[in-house]
């Protein structure tokens, strides 16, 4: 997939556009933006989305005469004139994606290889930041639906490369069946009336190209060199006008990793046939709701708010046509002895508990849907006293989804390391072998507590069924081969030293 030539070229690829709509519903979600989602469900909020004009279609296309789905949503009803309520968003959706983020990559990954010198180049990025890259993919892959990883590196910066993600928005694939084969991301740079610069990026097996455009916000517009833009004259100096890198690895430094699949919502697009669907695909609709009840809380407690009638000479006025107040923290009012009116104080009853209720009911159906145990999310507390197989019994949905994800995540982590090992060893000249295969596992969701390990342990070196490298790797199950090898020789060397000393050989007296 070469970079294209240029030229009236609409850009995005229009084959895109149902996938770029979605998208930009979901994002709305996951960015817990009122504006946004305003902007996405309102037909009146569309102008200010373009993506958002034709996204949803109104009944009208499916034999109905009544106005649009969207129209009976919360958001996008649009408020009445003069209303001085707001619509509050709950972010159901962000915490769905910070908890499946939390479940992969709480605890780092840990990375295998067949030699100790691309071993000890492994253990180096795991130190490295990685453990953050890689929690803040799983993210927004949770919420986007899939998230694409790329291999980055710069001298300047670090002396050895890394992982960046890029959201699926801005990225054009190209697949063989189920296989990556090519990936192109683009960036505006500067948009104005008269052009929109635009840096494309693609990436392949073998190679990795740079291309500058000036076109339109539509069209892509004619290939300029990248000397032209100040922000990416550095490309031209690096790698020259054409902007070519050669990695010389047989693997391509970018994969993308789906959520979950099948994707139900891209059925019968092509070329969305391979993307993944995020946690809360089809749940829009009860995210909406849950929303519409809190913000209906919110009215309860505001209208039903204690009030104070006061008699009318009690009020201040600033004059005709200005209004009349009362200062309610004064400590005398003069003036006011005879009245026949008291100062009273209405107290309504409010409805909390029905609200709370359907709130609760709301959220559970949204959190099972989405995949996950309503424990995970530190509802219906478990006791202190659970010990860990039970709590995993309890979080039995969460972990189920949990494993359904690393199916994807674990092949494109080994094709990722393998392709970050390549470049360090071509780029920064560092020792490695990728070409053996890396292995990745993760480690256990729910860990057993130190008491529960303990007895277990206990149990098995009674028993004689468990070597003391094989203690300490289950002890620490993400410590390096050094390391497990210090704690053993530290371990026999007290073992040694608590031994008692040995008695003298006896000797029978010498004849006298």
């Not at 296309?61 to 649009?68: D, E, Q, T, V």
């Not at 795991?126 to 001298?155: F, I, P």
Request: hydrophobic share 40%; aromatic share 8%; proline share 7%.
């Amino acid at each position: 997939m070469p970079l294209p030539a240029g030229g009236k070229i609409l850009w995005p690829p229009p084959e895109l556009d149902p996938v770029a709509r979605k998208l930009t519903e979901w994002n709305a979600w996951y960015s817990g933006d009122p504006d946004a989602l305003t902007s996405v469900y309102s037909s009146a909020g569309s102008a200010t989305t373009p993506t958002a004009q034709t996204f949803f279609a109104s009944d009208k296309a499916y034999g109905a005469s009544g106005p649009s789905t969207v129209a009976r949503t919360f958001w996008g009803s649009p408020l009445e004139p003069g209303t001085l309520r707001t619509k509050l968003h709950a972010p159901v959706a962000a915490d769905i994606a910070e908890l499946s983020a939390n479940l992969l990559f709480g605890e780092m990954p840990k990375f295998t290889a067949t030699d100790s010198a691309t071993q000890k180049e492994l253990d180096a990025f795991q130190t490295d930041g990685m453990h953050a890259s890689l929690r803040q993919a799983a993210e927004l892959c949770a919420a986007l639906g899939g998230v694409y990883l790329k291999v980055v590196w710069d001298n300047s910066a670090s002396d050895r490369p890394w992982l960046f993600p890029e959201r699926p928005e801005n990225a054009v694939p190209t697949w063989s069946w189920d296989r990556l084969t090519g990936v192109t991301f683009w960036t505006v740079l500067h948009q104005d009336d008269d052009s929109t610069i635009r840096l494309l990026e693609c990436h392949e097996v073998g190679s990795i190209s740079y291309g500058l455009y000036e076109g339109s916000p539509t069209e892509l517009g004619d290939r300029i060199p990248l000397s032209a833009f100040e922000g990416t004259a550095h490309l031209a100096e690096l790698h020259g006008e054409q902007g070519v890198i050669l990695t010389n690895i047989p693997w391509m430094t970018a994969a993308y990793v789906p959520n979950v699949k099948p994707n139900r919502c891209w059925y019968g697009i092509r070329c969305a046939a391979n993307l993944g669907r995020p946690d809360i695909a089809g749940l829009e609709g009860l995210m909406d709701e849950y929303d519409e009840w809190h913000t209906g809380l919110q009215r309860e407690l505001r209208l039903k708010k204690p009030r104070i009638h006061v008699p009318q000479a009690m009020l201040e006025t600033d004059g005709p046509g200005q209004g009349a107040r009362v200062n309610l923290d004064r400590e005398v009012y003069v003036g006011v002895m005879g009245l026949e009116a008291d100062i009273t104080v209405s107290q309504f009853t409010l409805a909390v508990d029905e609200h709370l209720t359907a709130l609760s009911a709301l959220f559970e159906d949204i959190v099972r849907s989405a995949g996950y145990s309503v424990q995970s999310f530190g509802i219906k507390g478990e006791g202190p006293d659970q010990t860990a197989y039970e709590t995993q019994a309890r979080k039995e949905q969460s972990l189920n989804t949990r494993d359904q994800k690393i199916l994807y995540w674990r092949p494109a982590l080994q094709s990722l390391f393998q392709a970050l090992l390549g470049i360090d060893r071509e780029v920064f000249g560092h020792a490695s072998a990728p070409e053996a295969g890396i292995d990745v596992a993760f480690p256990d969701a729910v860990q057993p507590s130190l008491k529960d390990l303990a007895e277990t342990l206990t149990i098995l070196v009674s028993a004689k069924a468990m070597s003391l490298r094989l203690r300490v790797q289950t002890l620490h199950p993400t410590w390096t081969k050094k390391q497990v090898d210090e704690e053993i020789t530290a371990i026999q060397a007290e073992e040694q030293a608590s031994l008692p000393a040995a008695r003298p050989a006896f000797e029978p007296p010498a004849p006298q």
